[in-house]
C-alpha cells in the first residue's frame, strides 16, 4: 500500500487514534478543566461558600421570575376585554331568548285552553256523540293530554359511545327510534311520546350531532318511549314486528341498552294546536242537520268560507257546529291515515 492509504514506511509511528482528538478528550475527561478546577478548590476549603447576600439576591431573582411567568401564563388564558364584552352579550341575548320563549309557550298553553273552551261552547250540552268525537278527534291529532297505562320502550346509548365518533354504531340513531314508533303504532297505540314530546301526525323525527330532534326538540340519551295502550297487546306486537328483530340487534350486536317495561299510569303531554290547511266532511259523517240542501247554490260549497272548514245550508243555521265537526273529522282521518302507514311521522316507513 502507498502513502495514500495513510501508511509511510519513512515516516514515524503514529497513534491509532490521532485523527480522533475530539473524541478522545471527551472520552477521557468527560468534565470541563473549568469546573474540574472550582470542584478541587471547593474540595480544598479554598473557595468559601456564598454568603447570605448572595443568596438572598438568587431568591428574590428567582421570585421575580416565577412571578413573571405566571403573569405571562395569565395574560395568554386570559380572555381580552373585547372577547369577554362579546361573551356577556351573547350571554344576554341567550337568557333573554330563553326568557321570550317561555313566554310564548305560557300564552300558547292558555290560548290552547280558551280554544278549547270556546269548542265545548259552540258544541253546547245537547250533542253528546259530537261532544264524544270531538274529544276522540284531539287525542288522536295529540292536541289534549292523555293519561293510562301502556309500555315504555327505553333506548340508551353503549358505553362505548362516550369516546366514540357521533357517527359511531353504538349511539342510538333517529330511524331506530322511528322503527320504534312505527312499530308502536301499528300494535294499536293510542298516542306516543318521545322523552315528554308528543308524537303527532306532522312530527319529524330526525339526527343532528349526537342528539335527536323531535319537532325540533333535541333530545338525548336515554331516549323513553312512552305508547299508551294495552301493554301486553303493545309488547306482544312490537316483538312479532321488524322492530322486535331491530330492538334485539341494537341489544346484541352494538350493545345499546335496551329496557322495555309495562307501566300501570304514563301521562303524556299535549301538542298543542293543529294548523287545518285543508278539510273534506267524509260520507255519512255530518249530522243529518247540518247536510245542505239540494237548493243550495253551488257557490256556497266553493266559497272561502268553506275552505276553512265551514259549511253552509240553506237555512243558514250550525255554521260554527259543522266548522268544528268538520275540523274533528279532519284531524280524525290524519291521525289514523298516519297510524294505518305505520305512524304518524312523516320522516320515513317502518323497514319491513
Do not use: K
Not at 110 to 115: M, R, V
Not at 184 to 192: D, R
Not at 252 to 278: E, F
Not at 287 to 315: I, K, Q, W, Y
Amino acid at each position: 500500500m502507498s502513502t495514500r492509504h495513510g501508511i509511510d514506511s519513512g515516516a514515524p509511528d503514529r497513534r491509532p487514534d490521532a485523527s480522533m482528538t475530539l473524541l478522545t478528550e471527551v472520552y477521557r475527561r468527560p468534565l470541563d478543566p473549568g469546573y474540574a478546577l472550582a470542584a478541587r478548590r471547593r474540595a480544598a476549603g479554598e473557595q468559601a461558600p456564598p454568603g447570605p447576600g448572595r443568596r438572598a439576591v438568587l431568591l428574590v431573582a428567582a421570585v421575580l421570575l416565577g412571578l413573571a411567568v405566571t403573569a405571562a401564563a395569565l395574560t395568554l388564558h386570559q380572555p381580552t376585554s373585547s372577547a369577554q364584552r362579546a361573551r356577556e352579550v351573547l350571554e344576554g341575548n341567550i337568557v333573554e331568548r330563553s326568557d321570550q320563549v317561555a313566554a310564548l309557550q305560557e300564552e300558547s298553553a292558555a290560548l290552547g285552553e280558551q280554544i278549547t273552551a270556546l269548542q265545548s261552547a259552540l258544541v253546547g250540552q245537547g250533542d253528546a256523540a259530537l261532544r264524544t268525537e270531538l274529544a276522540a278527534g284531539t287525542v288522536e291529532a295529540g292536541q289534549s293530554e292523555v293519561t293510562g297505562p301502556g309500555l315504555r320502550v327505553e333506548l340508551s346509548d353503549a358505553p362505548s359511545a362516550a369516546t366514540s365518533d357521533l357517527g359511531d354504531e353504538s349511539r342510538v340513531q333517529d330511524v331506530d327510534l322511528q322503527v320504534v314508533v312505527n312499530g308502536l303504532w301499528s300494535s294499536g297505540a293510542e298516542a306516543v311520546a318521545i322523552n315528554g314530546q308528543r308524537v303527532t301526525s306532522t312530527t319529524a323525527i330526525r339526527s343532528a350531532g349526537s342528539a335527536v330532534l323531535v319537532d325540533l326538540v333535541p333530545l338525548t340519551s336515554p331516549y323513553r318511549v312512552d305508547a299508551i295502550g294495552s301493554s301486553t297487546r303493545l309488547q306482544t306486537g312490537l316483538v312479532r314486528s321488524s322492530a322486535g328483530q331491530l330492538i334485539t340487534a341494537l341489544r346484541s350486536t352494538y350493545g345499546i341498552g335496551v329496557d322495555i317495561s309495562a307501566q300501570s299510569s304514563l301521562d303524556l303531554p299535549g301538542a298543542g294546536q293543529v294548523n287545518l290547511r285543508h278539510a273534506t266532511v267524509p260520507a255519512g259523517a255530518l249530522p243529518d242537520a247540518l247536510v245542505p240542501s239540494p237548493t243550495a247554490t253551488p257557490s256556497a260549497a266553493s266559497s272561502p268560507s268553506a275552505t276553512d272548514g265551514s259549511v253552509t245550508s240553506s237555512r243558514g243555521t250550525g255554521v260554527a257546529v259543522s266548522s268544528t265537526a268538520v275540523a274533528v273529522a279532519a284531524s280524525s282521518h290524519d291521525a289514523r291515515a298516519g297510524a294505518s302507514a305505520g305512524g304518524p311521522r312523516g320522516v320515513g316507513e317502518e323497514s319491513s
